[in-house]
């Protein structure tokens, strides 16, 4: 099978080629996914989890990518719940990674049935962005209708998604980002938006809820805007930022079938929307991991026509 590899972390996304691999046996628990779109993060190469197994060996050279969406052709020893032939998406162990390839091995318990209505570029790009913004808000932030929720990087690939989900679960949505970005996080649901170059975002006032995805100085001067019993959660890390009289947690999604169905649906009826920046081949995907200039959105790999 054809297959994006990366030999060495230091080399980055500069360091993808296009090679043939053998294709993935399924183990105990795991389906062979033939990959039909893959979704690839793009900070993805400097995880740990990566470059080692869960015992903290190298497994370098590494086929790199989390999100993907295609057809089940292998069923492992005791696998349960889906079926050969079914159509899937969701993620792999971050340990295990290989979705920017033609197959991959993959937990069973990892992976949800797509209705076939719904695109595979659309479901693969959905996977890790719906889940973060699921989780963030509604298990660890607790949102409840009524509330406000200031979210950071709203025009982005999960801060689109944090952004709709919030507003339709009936919070008060503040998005932020670049001043170039308005229009963008406005369109995915957000109702205020503070330009971060320009406006302060001291001005918004007391949130319930803040969405982080940059850390540093923004989490902290966020944590501020938190009224007495709000929450900020955050995917940048560990931090140091803390509400007054709050909660802050920094998570790491974990893969669930349900809320990825959950998800999906909101798909299929037009209540989610994806945030696709790009769409290329797998031939292709080389170079559209190494841009000549920065793309909003996620970058999908269409690794079948």
Known sequence: MKAIVVADQAEGTAGMKLVDQPEPRAAINDVVVQVHASGFTWDELTWPST??????????????????AGVVTALGYGTRGLS??????GLTDSYRGGTL??????EARNLAPLPGDVDFT??????MPGLTAWQGLFVHGRLQAGQSVLVHGAAGAVGSMVAQLAREAGAYVIGTGRAAHR??????GAQEFVALENDAIEDVGPVDLVFDVFGGDIAKRSAGLIRAGGTLVTIAGPTQARP???????????????????IIERVRHGRLRTNIGKVATLDDAVAAFNPTKRISGKTIIRVRP
């Open 51 to 68: 470059w080692t197994d869960r015992f903290g060996r190298d497994r370098a050279p590494v086929i790199p990518g989390q999100e993907l």
């Open 84 to 89: 050969v032939g079914q159509r899937v998406f």
């Open 122 to 127: 659309v479901a693969a790009s959905v996977a």
């Open 101 to 106: 390839a033609e197959y991959v091995a993959v």
């Open 244 to 262: 007054a009289d709050g909660l802050a947690i920094d998570f790491v999604l974990v893969s669930d079938r349900a809320q990825l169905c959950e």
């Open 183 to 188: 229009l963008t996080a406005l369109d995915f």
